[in-house]
């Protein structure tokens, strides 16, 4: 069986014990949920609920958008707080177990914030960032050595005595669901690939995930507004530094322009780093008071300390996001080329 070294027996009999002992459970993730949010929580919650006869149900702080929410298995009980922010306040206070996947803290979790920091249940962290805020759990997976929550989610179900790593006896929905959130955190065997990676991948396979399904179902059910809105975000929009700094801007009028859904520009942030001289890409994503900010970068330059730095965000070393804020960071949207110009010249030259 393959050894993740974060993943310890003493642990996982600990986490064995809280699942018998428990009835309710909310698995939680972070805000702007993403594949590997989603398939982490679905793949969790499947497990509980099929396998350990569990009142298992995700708790996620926003409704996904419509490009990730196929990934959601049919029948499995989602809540999202925007939509039904009593029923998540119920359901996580009478919850006598609760996970948190795919992000370090409850601080990405928005308004599922204070809920889950009043519950007294037992606190589970499941998850690949860096600086995990461990103090508020009682028990913690984390390396940000492996490519997604999914993955490492993968590593500790089979480590429990009822899978004994044989994958073929995961719920085939957890199955499913697991192979999907790595796909999409890794960009499709793109990035934050490990040598685990693939063993993972494999033994879901060999369990019966068909692939080219989730590969449709995630990457060839787009709309065509998407398709023509990268086409000319990156044909009008893009700007790039001499430093070697991308960018493209989403502004309100671009999305109303194409019709664009939240999430529609997923995946848009990778595509200036083929280009030879690009060094750091950054989307940014006009909302209410501020931007939302998209960073990748290539090996050697932090995406990770630059949204740390200039942000207040996190993520990846070469992966990561934060915000923008006017008039805070900068004293109107219209200045934000002005202030990514001096980053660049700042960070990059
Ligand atoms: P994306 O660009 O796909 O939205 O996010 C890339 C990575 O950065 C993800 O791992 C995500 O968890 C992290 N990230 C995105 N936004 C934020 C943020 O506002 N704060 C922190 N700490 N991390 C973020
Ligand atoms: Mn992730």
Redesign the pocket.
């Known amino acids: 069986m393959t050894v993740i070294r974060c993943i310890h027996t003493e642990d996982i009999c600990r986490l064995d014990a809280l699942i018998r002992g428990c009835r309710t459970v909310t698995v939680a993730a ?1 805000t ?1 949920p ?1 594949g ?1 949010a989603l398939g982490s929580t679905a793949a969790l919650v499947c497990y509980l609920r099929n396998l350990r006869g569990k009142d298992a149900a995700a708790v996620l702080p926003d409704t996904p958008s419509s490009t990730v929410r196929p990934i959601i298995p049919e029948g499995v009980p989602f809540l999202f707080f925007d939509a039904q922010p009593d029923a998540c306040r119920r359901r996580i206070a009478g919850s006598d177990l609760v996970f948190l996947l ?3 803290g409850f ?2 979790t928005e308004g599922l914030q204070e809920s889950l920091g009043a519950s007294p249940a037992p606190k589970v962290l499941i998850d690949h ?1 860096l600086h995990p805020d461990a103090g508020r759990f009682d028990l913690v997976f984390s390396t940000p050595e492996i490519s997604s929550a999914s993955e490492l989610l993968y590593y500790v179900l089979v480590a429990l005595p009822d899978i004994c790593g044989d994958a073929r006896r995961l719920p085939p929905e957890s199955a499913r669901a697991l192979l999907t959130g790595m796909t999409t ?1 890794t960009n499709n065997f793109a990035n934050s690939v490990y040598p685990s990676t693939f063993r993972m991948a494999s033994d879901l396979l060999e369990a019966g995930v068909d692939r080219d399904d989730v590969l449709s179902t995630l990457y060839n059910q787009y709309r065509e507004n998407r398709v023509r809105a990268m086409g000319y975000l990156q044909h009008e929009n893009l700007r790039i530094t001499p430093e070697g700094l991308a960018y493209m801007i989403v502004t309100r009028a671009v999305r109303e322009r194409f019709g664009l859904e939240d999430g529609e520009t ?1 995946g848009l ?1 990778n595509v200036p780093l083929s280009i030879g001289r690009v060094k750091m890409s950054i ?1 940014l994503k006009e909302e209410q008071d501020h931007f ?5 970068s290539k090996k050697g330059w932090s ?1 990770q300390q630059l ?2 730095s200039r ?6 070393e070469n ?5 923008l804020f006017w008039p805070a960071d900068i004293p109107a949207p219209e200045d934000a080329p002005a202030f990514l110009e001096h980053i660049s010249r700042e960070c990059l030259s």
């Open positions: 972070h702007h993403d590997d795919d992000c370090n601080s990405r960032h955190d997923e942030v989307l939302r900010v998209s960073i990748r995406a949204a740390a942000f207040h965000g996190g993520g990846h992966a990561s996001g934060g915000k």
